[in-house]
């Protein structure tokens, strides 16, 4: 407990009122005095007696850099009493100042809006309750320990304005991927990705020959694995590319699977796959591949500070080049105007991706 600004004040008075009364009597002065001395020790009494409040936080849906989201905090109290309450908000996240003067009756609902600025797993709390006496002249706080966090998707850009050899390069990786059914070994010949290397085969053979594996032909739209690694300081650039390409596929209708250090999620469609991607990429962090998950992957994504690169079949894509011009952002296209998304993005959080 302690003093406010009025406190002292008040204290102030009566520390000079009773000098005074000492000095010259203190027949004039207690009037003043006495009556700021009940207020005092009503003041402290009823500070030293107020029960901690107790909290309880609203969920917060995660979201795309750019949205702005409501936390929620409820206040329960036994008595009525005037208290500031104030949130931190970690970095990442801007809001404006999430403090609140406020009278707390019973059960008290407070909010305020913060918007998602950065890409990762962002800290709000905790929450601190400072109540006061009637009079304002004691204040006493009380800290809650309790935290939450909210997850801020990476940026996705549009690749619908890309070069169009570029993007039906990016796409036919899918159909090439997707031959499940094995026919024949054959020989190597110049040009075959080196995935298709039948391994096993090769080492048995007596010249070192190396031979690839022949599937039946399938023209459909299947699966592709998308692989990502960067340096240190690339992580931002590096999972809003690989975030971009795998909507892209999304939208092709390509089961698209990630492969990220030793996170991996196998291929698969929709919203709630989609969701699952966008989680492990809001939390990317720099980390290289092995050489067997950069040879398997069908889209290779290399980020350093020469840029970022996204390679199919051995061809180098820069990605500056693949997002077009203009860099729109997918959630952009489809947004109010306002930085928040429709309602159908906003509530599966993968804007023009299928169900």
């Given amino acids: 407990m302690r003093l406010t600004s009025r406190g002292w004040g008040v204290v102030a008075v009566v520390a000079f009122g009773a000098v005074m009364s000492w000095q010259y009597g203190p027949r004039s002065l207690d009037a003043v005095v006495i009556p700021l001395v009940v207020v005092v020790v009503a003041g402290v009494l009823t500070t030293v007696r107020a029960d901690r409040p107790r909290v309880r936080r609203g969920s917060i849906p995660e ?16 008595s009525s009493v005037a208290a500031t309450v104030r ?6 996240l801007a809001a404006p100042d999430p403090t609140v003067e406020t009278t707390l009756d019973g059960e008290t609902e407070l909010e305020y809006d913060l918007t998602l600025e950065e890409r990762g797993e962002h800290r709000i709390g905790p929450v601190s309750i400072a109540v006061r006496d009637v009079f304002g002249l004691f204040e006493r706080r009380f800290e809650y320990e309790e935290t939450m966090t909210v997850l801020a998707y990476p940026r996705i850009y549009d690749l619908q304005n890309g070069a169009s050899r570029d993007l039906e390069a ?89 492969t990220v250090g030793a996170e991996g999620h196998p291929p698969s469609t929709g919203r709630r796959h989609h969701r699952s991607l966008l989680r492990s990429l809001a939390v990317l962090e720099a980390e290289e591949l092995d050489e067997r998950s950069r040879t398997e992957a069908d889209v290779l994504v290399q980020a350093d500070t020469n840029g970022t690169t996204v390679i199919v079949e051995g061809h180098e894509i820069p990605f500056d080049r693949l997002r077009g011009a203009d860099g729109r952002t997918a959630v952009d296209s489809r947004s109010d105007g306002n930085g928040s998304s429709n309602a159908d993005a906003e509530t599966d959080g993968t804007p023009g991706v299928a169900a």
């Fill in 87 to 92: 949130d931190e908000v970690g970095d990442g």
């Fill in 170 to 258: 990016l796409a036919g990786v899918a159909r090439e991927a997707n031959r499940e059914e094995f026919d024949h070994l054959r020989e190597y010949q110049r040009g075959d990705p080196l995935r298709e290397v039948h391994w096993k085969s090769a080492a048995k053979r007596p010249d070192d020959e190396l031979v690839v594996k022949e599937f039946a032909a399938d023209e459909t739209v299947g699966a592709a694995t998308v692989a990502a690694e960067c340096t240190p300081g690339q992580e931002d650039e590096l999972a809003a590319a690989v975030a971009s390409v795998a909507t892209y596929l999304l939208e092709c209708e390509v089961r698209v699977g990630l």
């Fill in 63 to 78: 979201g795309f850099l750019g949205e702005t989201r409501t936390v929620t905090v409820a206040i329960e109290t036994d």
